[in-house]
């Protein structure tokens, strides 16, 4: 994976593998995309990156009843690209977002849009906290994504953690879904696997960032993929509002959603996918992907505070045994 290795004698700026012992082939990359150790800076960008994260979840799960998942996302995406437009503009960044279109489309609807509106769906059943929680295993589905596509070692501790992760997934949500046909079940048990996919295809999306966007910039990169995601949903945004499935929606939502839905597309989506993009390519994969670990912690706290969520035992274990599982997935864990 990305920092794990010695660079390749290929030519500057493309990525090749490179193989450091039997069965272990790690992806490395030019000088220019190498991602440096941490720093004190990456350390406060991490952690703000995970409190506008963790209150995303908050905040989601608060507006998406008033808009609706697709109409909420499209807008949070439209928000993020029309406020970052401009400085990509005054930075004379225009013409990589024409180079590399083809890039941000695949990355803004085959990925962003898809994994945002999953997660934004399952809020309309589960509380921020099981949301934020759910999303946690996105580092464990990138490390597989990583072993599959580029052939990373994933190891005997690596697939303890994916076990010892599902494990958690089912401490949290046991007794809550079922394989009965009943509607509120069934719902649930949907919700739940919506938050799942959408972590999967957060995995997949860290790992197509991370090769094929690598050394470009990091606001040409969410401005294109913001602008792809908005222009891709907002077609289906509209038949969501007018009731192409579900009850069409008769009068504008109060100013707390439209509040939130700002907040989501200026700092969580905006600011908070350039820091995202940033790191990314910064220090890699794996660290920046690792904010995972404090968002459910913000999301169920605020998530009580501010929509008087309920916060249990079986919450808590739950997420306690999912990162547990993370940190082992993603190689966090030191091994004797």
Partial sequence: MPG???RSARAPGRAGLSRRSPGDFIL???ARSAPSPLRPRHVVELLLLSLIWGAAYLFTRSAVPAFGPVTLIALRMGIAALMLLPLLIARGGLGTLRTH????????TAFTALSFVLIAWSAL??????????NATAPMFGAVVAWAWLRERIGP????????????VAVLFWGKVSLRMDSSSLIVSLSVLAGLGSSLVWGMAA????????GLDPLAVTVGTMLAAALALAPLAWAEWHGAWGAARTTLPGLRPWLEALFLGVASSG??????FRLLREVGTVPTMSVTFLNPVVAIVSGALYLGETITLQMVAG??????????????????
Avoid at 157 to 168: A, D, K, P, T
Avoid at 319 to 336: D, E, I, M, Q
């Fill in 207 to 214: 790992n197509f960032s991370r090769v094929r966007m690598a």
């Fill in 28 to 30: 490395v990359e030019s």
């Fill in 319 to 336: 997420c306690a045994v999912v990162l547990a599982g993370t940190a082992l997935a993603v190689g966090l864990v030191p091994r004797r």
């Fill in 125 to 134: 059943t589960l509380s921020a906290g099981l949301t934020a929680i759910l």
């Fill in 157 to 168: 501790w690596r697939v303890l953690g994916l076990v010892v992760g599902m494990f958690g």
């Fill in 101 to 108: 279109a083809g890039l941000f489309a695949i990355q803004g």
């Fill in 271 to 276: 600011l908070g996918m350039l820091m995202y």
């Fill in 4 to 6: 794990a290795g010695r």
